[in-house]
């Protein structure tokens, strides 16, 4: 990868850097990734278009940062001493409520990244491997507490299981998953492929 996010000397405080991201999500749901733009972005803010690019560059890392920022939390912090509580904690980050304004903008932006090769990019650099990075990390602890075999063959799909979840439910369901969808999610499909008993 060529590296999306080059260093830049920041000006900008971090409630101001806030109250951006906040506006940037706003057009975002407004208008979608298309049709927002950078003069938009300035006008909503009261800010320098040169001040934007010198902060971020684009349009592309601006958003995906500004997407960055609503996230709950560091995947990686969560550890409650078993993979069920992780996976669990981590799909009960967000309500029911937030879930849903979340899952549409990253429909939007999942729609967008065909024509966008620039958001592709911004997001897995971004967003994707840093995320899944972090992912990684709560997986390993339940390999090395012994809850899970390090050989089984279901470890390398489950990003995939996850990600399977909100996928379904939004693609054929035409719906958010729920706090109570995923956690019936990860006690019938997800621990099982794992092998890791779920009657708790």
Request: proline letters at 4%; one cysteine or more.
């Amino acid at each position: 990868m060529t590296g999306v996010a080059t260093t830049r000397r920041s000006r900008i405080t971090p409630e101001r850097e806030a109250e951006l991201y906040t506006a940037v999500l706003d057009l975002l749901r407004e208008v979608g990734y298309d049709a927002l733009t950078m003069d938009a972005v300035a006008a909503r803010t009261r800010s320098s278009k040169a001040t934007l690019y010198r902060q971020w560059g684009g349009k592309a890392e601006l958003v995906v940062k500004a997407v960055r920022c609503i996230k709950p939390g560091n995947t990686a912090d969560i550890d409650t001493g078993s993979l069920r509580g992780d996976l669990l904690a981590l799909v009960g980050r967000e309500d029911d409520a937030v879930m849903e304004q979340n899952s549409a903008l990253l429909r939007g932006l999942a729609m967008a990244i065909h024509t966008n090769p620039d958001l592709l990019q911004a997001l897995q650099e971004l967003l994707v491997e840093p995320e899944m990075k972090e992912f990684h990390r709560v997986i390993r602890r339940a390999v090395d507490r012994g809850e899970v075999r390090a050989d089984n063959p279901a470890l390398e799909y489950m990003v995939h299981m996850m990600l399977g979840a909100f996928a379904t439910r939004a693609l054929l369901e035409q719906r958010p998953p729920t706090r109570a969808f995923l956690t019936s999610y990860v006690d019938a499909v997800v621990l099982p492929a794992l092998g890791v008993p779920t009657d708790r």
